[in-house]
């Protein structure tokens, strides 16, 4: 089948059907994104022992973007629009489009070191890991953090609403 034949076969294809592919495809990215973000049993548990076994909650204390001791130096915090449902889902969106973020950077300096490695230039390599561990995984981390501590609080308020 040449290119011409092919082209022609997928014109065929009705829009209605593009558009129920489309849909289906939709619907899985969506789930799967559902799965990763979702914080696992074992990060929950004991709000989020794991992560401060790995040093999460000391990270959380020194970035530069709403760190605690920032937060402590210019006067905001999180907890000032967390306090209901609304807020928590809020945060949880927020905990996702950063992670996101991280994860992409975490990608694109991963290039880098193996670019920097296949140069040669081991030295460059090695800032480019520890700075993505310290960056990206660790803010990657953080946010799973987060997000394992704002399902166990939505957790709690939905056993305070189903006991009033």
């Known amino acids: 089948m040449d ?13 209605e059907t593009r558009i129920g592919f ?3 495809v939709g619907r899985a990215a969506k789930d799967v994104s559902e799965w990763y973000f979702e914080p696992k049993a074992f990060e929950r548990e004991d709000d989020g022992r794991i992560y401060r076994y790995l040093g999460v909650h ?5 970035i530069p973007t709403q760190g605690t001791y920032i937060n402590r130096l210019v006067g905001n915090s999180y907890r000032d629009w967390i306090k209901d449902k609304t807020g928590l889902k809020e945060f949880d969106i927020c905990t996702r ?16 070191t193996i670019d920097s490695i296949q140069k040669g230039d081991t030295a ?6 520890i700075g993505n561990i310290v ?4 803010g990657s981390l953080l946010q799973r953090y987060n997000r394992a501590r704002i399902y166990n609080a939505l957790d709690k308020l939905e056993a305070k609403n189903e006991k009033e």
């Not at 092919?6 to 014109?11: A, F, I, M, N, V």
């Not at 460059?124 to 890991?129: K, P, V």
């Open 97 to 112: 489009i950063c992670e996101t973020a991280h994860d992409l950077i975490f990608l694109w300096y991963g290039y880098d």
């Open 124 to 129: 460059r390599a090695m800032y480019l890991i």
């Open 135 to 138: 960056i990206n995984v660790y």
């Open 22 to 24: 489309l849909s289906r």
């Open 58 to 62: 000391y990270f959380k204390k020194i």
């Open 3 to 15: 290119t011409k034949e092919l082209l022609s076969e997928l014109q065929a294809v009705d829009l």
